[in-house]
């Protein structure tokens, strides 16, 4: 199994789209592990956007991501981060297939709903900007069995 941090962003909660958003991972089999609202604070936008410092769109980058609250998720399953990556759709709106979040939802480039981990390397850097160790849950869904065939069993172990 691995974990990926989406990020629902200020656009998509003042749109009122977080039960939507949510609902599509959970929908595709993948696990909540952890999950709170909050408002990104300068410190935890800097290193979240750090690669992106030397670009032009950097200070509208992180007024975005600080302008309002953002619900924060560690999303656990087989393959997560690139199921979660795919079902976000392409970075701009208008680029976006039909299907996908940000497709669906989104018309913008700068606005642009939702953030996933694109790399194992990423998610295990950018999940502690947000959570602590215990608060992220290890349980798992009484449908397992049903999500996944057995022989996939191995792919199960975190
Ligand atoms: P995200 O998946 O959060 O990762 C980096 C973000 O930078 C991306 O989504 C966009 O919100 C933003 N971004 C990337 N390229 C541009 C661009 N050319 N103009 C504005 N924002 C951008």
Redesign the pocket.
């Given at each position: 199994m691995e974990r990926t941090l989406v990020?629902i962003?200020p656009d998509a909660v003042q749109r009122q789209l977080v039960g939507r958003i949510i609902t599509r991972f959970e929908s595709k089999g993948l696990t909540l592990a952890g999950l709170k609202l909050l408002k990104v604070n300068k410190n935890q936008a800097q290193k979240?956007?750090g690669a992106?410092k030397k670009?032009?769109?950097y200070r509208?980058?992180m007024k975005?991501?600080t302008a309002g609250p953002v619900v924060v998720v560690v999303i656990k399953g087989v393959q997560a981060i690139a199921i979660c990556r795919k079902m976000?759709g392409a970075?701009?709106g208008p680029d976006a297939d039909p299907g996908t979040i940000r497709g669906d939802f989104a018309a913008s480039?700068?606005?642009?709903l939702?953030?996933?981990s694109?790399s194992a390397e990423s998610s295990k850097y950018e999940i502690p900007i947000f959570f602590r160790s215990n608060e992220i849950i290890s349980y798992d869904l009484h449908n397992i069995k049903w999500i996944y065939h057995p022989e996939e069993e191995k792919e199960l172990e975190i």
């Open positions: 990020i962003k979240l956007y992106h670009k032009s769109f509208g980058l975005f991501i976000l970075t701009f480039i700068s606005y642009n939702v953030h996933a694109d």
